[in-house]
């Protein structure tokens, strides 16, 4: 009964959607206020249609209703009630439920919060938000309803073991968070086209949302990278899989749009291009779902690929890309164009920034994707790793950083960069004795790129302190945007720190080792003292015992575990890992070689938390920026930019 | 990106506006190729049957990674069942599975030739200094041209040859010694039996 109650719920919520994106985009283009009025009552009735079936979903999950195909196939009668909720996104059609959600959320949330937007303006925002929530709707009904029934089954085949971590659990809400985030630029960009009209109050409402969206994917990806780290058993935190990619490609979009947005707010400048970037932000995403569930590239970790239904995700994916790509080459050019802006300035250094990030995604996209060009034309097969993706990603992401440093502390429209000269150079030189302190004499050896990565990273984070700094010593006030952004590119900086670090100096071995012998790696001494079987709630496994020990003193005990699930019966790493600041102990056991024997991964990596830290500072920067007060200004002042004004403020055409 | 849109040249930067358009449409048509191929030319981009599997086995030569100087090459095999390993440093997967091929070094059942695909020669050194080598020889295969006579999609991948110089099984993806047991020994201990048939 509740199944039922479930799938009708998402029937009357696709309808709910139509009804938002017919009265919102037909209401605006014929001018009817009534029409317009009905897509925020409409919006908010999709989101709780949606709700009402992820609640069935659970419910369904947590009373194991093995009658559900998809609970049967995604969870079992041993697994435990965090897993079960969590089992409702283990696979493709609750996912896409969830993809669902959150899109109807932030749709409601964008209605709560438009008020104050002109009329037209806002009902054709909804209306396209609500587009999306059509199509994906119907492709949930109409190929994936995750309430199919069958028979009753005495038990479910359980949920992929991989999945079953708290990281996991909360990795695919962060990210889709950040995913479907990027819808809001698209909606505000296609709204913009379709008025033909972009100003600076269009950017000031679209900027909160933009770095909301980043912020989520940031955090989301973060969090991917850490389970990774720990649990796939390798000691990695990042393979350029292309799942991987998937999701960096819209970050790498999105951090650009934010930028671009930040000029277009402030001078009205690069108009199109942030239009452009919108568009790309969420293209990117709709790809990284398409590539992800369609297995048209190999990835490790495609947990719900079918190509029976990407044909229907392709071609959602061309009507919404190709479609506001057209609409973009036909209202772009009418915007009007951009004043000229000095050399020296910050939005030439934003300029700089936007390329390198969009030839930085360009590699991306090109590595992930070759493989099937490659297939498509005839030309062979190959496959695109590390080797390539190491080089080519660093080719413009190092002048990129070290930019920043540099680009923080420019003034708008006209910078004297030779007044800063002084602490630029104090800043560099700071950097580079960082480098050679850390590096030189606290590793004992330095590459050149070691050195250099090293300098930058640590030049980026004395130059993002100094600048509220340097701010509150001059009394000036300092506003949430500018402390916001400081934060967010002091992380940039601990995260540059952390990938030079922990690449250059991390020691890995694979060794086999039986009960009492010890192998000394990177002057810590691990020592299996010995292996014990273990058991969950739904696996069986063995522990391992390491003792590690630094000279004399003892160090840490780590437990690592290799499971194996009782119904799927895959094997399962679970890394011993003792964190510390400056390093990662970090041991895994590999294969049972008999006799008491086991290969064991050890691994020590320094620094390697600074990736994970420096992506959640610049998370917190988002988040700082988010609340700066001009947003709230701009939300809750009633029409305080009428079309006119907005008109006037905006840049001359010429 | 900046826009220059005067007048005389609008209908270029009308063009030009549509550029993304036409990438993007590109693109898509590319993903529906494979798409179709996926689903009605039983593409599999995972595990690739290999057409070799009952062929003979190209012959490789190729400069060994121990000394470029040297050429090794597959035939000083020939006449006894040996193991093709394709690998990389670069690979996590290979990484994974070099315990497991260590195993089958040390049982000695046959000899193991690694084939170090696209890869920089000092780091692969070092790489098998530190972790054991299981390799009789490894081939260096810079440019991947001998992979590609091999039909290899990705790395790890490993080739059974018999004795009699035909491909008997490829494994894509990291071995394990389940996997070891399960699909290589038996074809192993089937050449072992046809040679013992015959002997007598």
Redesign the interface.
């Known amino acids: 009964m509740i199944p039922e109650l479930g799938h009708f719920a998402l029937v009357l919520a696709f309808l709910m959607a139509l009804t938002a994106t017919f009265f919102g985009l037909v209401g605006a283009w014929r001018g009817q206020s009534a029409w317009m009025a009905v897509a925020p009552g409409a919006v908010a009735g999709q989101w709780v249609f949606v709700s009402l079936g992820f609640a069935c979903l659970t419910y369904a999950f947590i009373t194991h209703d093995f009658s559900v195909v998809y609970v049967a196939h995604n969870s079992n009668s041993q697994l435990p009630l965090l897993y079960r909720v969590a089992g409702v996104w283990g696979a493709h059609e609750g996912s896409l439920l969830l993809w669902l959600l959150i899109l109807s959320s932030w749709t409601l949330a964008v209605a709560y919060f438009s008020g104050s937007l002109p009329e037209r303006f806002r009902a054709r925002v909804l209306g396209v938000l609500a587009l999306i929530g059509t199509s994906f709707m119907a492709f949930l009904l109409w190929t994936s309803s995750p309430f199919a029934r069958q028979p009753m089954a005495a038990d479910g085949a359980d949920l992929n073991p991989l999945l079953q971590d708290p990281a996991l659990a909360l990795h695919p809400p962060m990210l889709y968070a950040g995913y479907v985030g990027t819808s809001i630029a698209f909606a505000f960009a296609v709204a913009a086209l379709l008025e033909g009209r972009l100003d600076a109050a269009w950017a000031r409402w679209t900027r909160p949302w933009t770095t909301t969206a980043w912020l989520f994917l940031t955090i989301g990806i973060a969090l991917g990278s850490w389970w990774a780290y720990y649990v796939l ?2 000691g ?1 935190w990042w ?1 350029w899989d292309a799942v991987e990619n998937a999701s960096f490609m819209p970050w790498l979009a999105s951090t650009a749009l934010i930028h671009s947005l930040a000029v277009t707010e402030k001078l009205g400048l ?4 942030t239009l ?1 970037l919108a ?2 932000a969420f ?1 990117l995403s709709l ?1 990284g779902t ?1 590539l992800v569930r ?5 990835s ?1 970790h495609a947990f719900a690929s079918d ?2 239904r ?2 229907f995700i ?1 071609a959602l ?2 009507f919404f ?2 479609g506001s ?2 609409l ?3 209202r ?2 009418t ?1 009007g ?2 004043a000229g802006f000095a050399l020296v300035s910050r939005e030439s250094f934003l ?1 700089i920034n ?2 390198l990030l969009v030839a930085a995604a360009g590699v991306v996209l090109i590595g992930t ?1 070759m ?3 490659m ?2 034309f005839g030309l ?4 695109v ?3 390539f993706f190491n080089v080519a990603f660093l080719i413009p992401m190092l002048p990129l950083v070290a930019l920043v440093g540099v680009g923080m502390h420019a003034g708008w429209k006209q910078a004297r960069l030779g007044a800063l000269q002084n602490r630029f150079l104090t800043l560099g030189l700071a950097g580079l004795a960082l480098a050679v302190l850390v590096c030189w004499l606290g590793f004992g050896r330095a590459g050149l790129l070691t050195l250099l990565g090293f300098a930058i990273g640590a030049f980026v984070c004395l130059s993002a302190a100094s600048l509220p700094i340097a701010r509150w010593r001059r009394g000036e006030h300092l506003s949430l945007g500018v402390l916001g952004m400081s934060v967010a590119h002091l992380g940039l900086g601990l995260f540059t720190v952390g990938v030079t670090v922990a690449q250059t100096y991390k020691v ?3 060794i ?1 080792l039986g009960a009492g012998e010890s192998y000394t790696l990177a002057g810590y001494d691990f020592r299996l003292v010995g292996t014990r079987p273990v058991t969950g709630p739904n696996w069986d496994g063995v522990e391992a015992t390491v003792a590690i020990r630094e000279g004399a003193r003892e160090v840490t005990v780590l437990h690592p575990q290799k499971r194996v699930y009782r119904v799927q019966t895959n094997p399962m790493t679970q890394a011993g890992i003792a964190v510390g600041p400056t390093r990662d102990l970090f041991v895994a056991m ?2 049972d ?1 008999g006799a008491g024997r086991w ?1 064991l991964r050890l691994q020590y990596k320094p620094f390697i938390r600074f990736i994970w830290l420096g992506a959640l500072t610049m998370a917190l920067g988002g988040l700082l920026s988010v609340g700066d007060r001009r947003y709230r200004r701009a939300a809750t002042s009633k029409a305080a930019m009428p079309a006119e004004a907005a008109l006037a403020e905006g840049p001359t055409r010429g | 990106m900046a826009e220059e849109l005067t007048s005389p040249n609008a209908a270029g930067a009308r063009a030009r506006a549509l550029v993304p358009a036409v990438l993007f449409a590109v693109l898509l048509g590319v993903c529906g190729v494979t798409l179709y191929k996926i689903q009605h030319r039983g593409l599999d981009l995972h595990e690739i049957k290999s057409p070799l599997i009952g062929r003979p086995a190209p012959v490789f030569r190729l400069p060994s990674l121990a000394d470029p100087t040297v050429m090794v090459s597959n035939e000083a095999f020939a006449g006894r069942p040996y193991l093709v390993n394709v690998w990389g440093t670069w690979c996590g997967e290979c990484r994974a599975e070099h315990g497991v091929l260590l195993e089958i070094a040390r049982r000695a059942e046959l000899p193991l030739v690694g084939l170090d695909w696209r890869d920089e020669r000092g780091i692969a050194g070092r790489y098998l200094a530190t972790l054991g080598n299981p390799y009789s020889v490894v081939a260096s295969d810079d440019d991947g041209r001998v992979a590609i006579d091999w039909g290899v999609y990705g790395a790890p991948e490993t080739f059974l040859v018999g004795a009699d110089g035909q491909i008997k099984h490829k494994h894509v993806g990291a071995l394990s010694i389940d996997v070891w047991e399960r699909d290589f020994v038996p074809h192993l201990k089937a050449g072992t039996a046809a040679v013992a048939a015959v002997a007598p």
Not at chain 1, 270 to 273: A, D, E
């Open positions: 058993g390798w990695g393979f690069f108009k199109s291009w452009l568009v790309f293209s790809l398409f369609s297995g048209v590239v190999v490790v190509p029976s990407g044909i392709l994916l061309a890309i190709i790509l057209i973009y080459a036909w772009a050019p915007l164009s951009d300029l936007n390329a994707l493989p099937m060009f297939d498509a062979g097969k190959i496959s790793g590390p080797p890995e071995r694979d086999s590999g294969e070689l290969s």
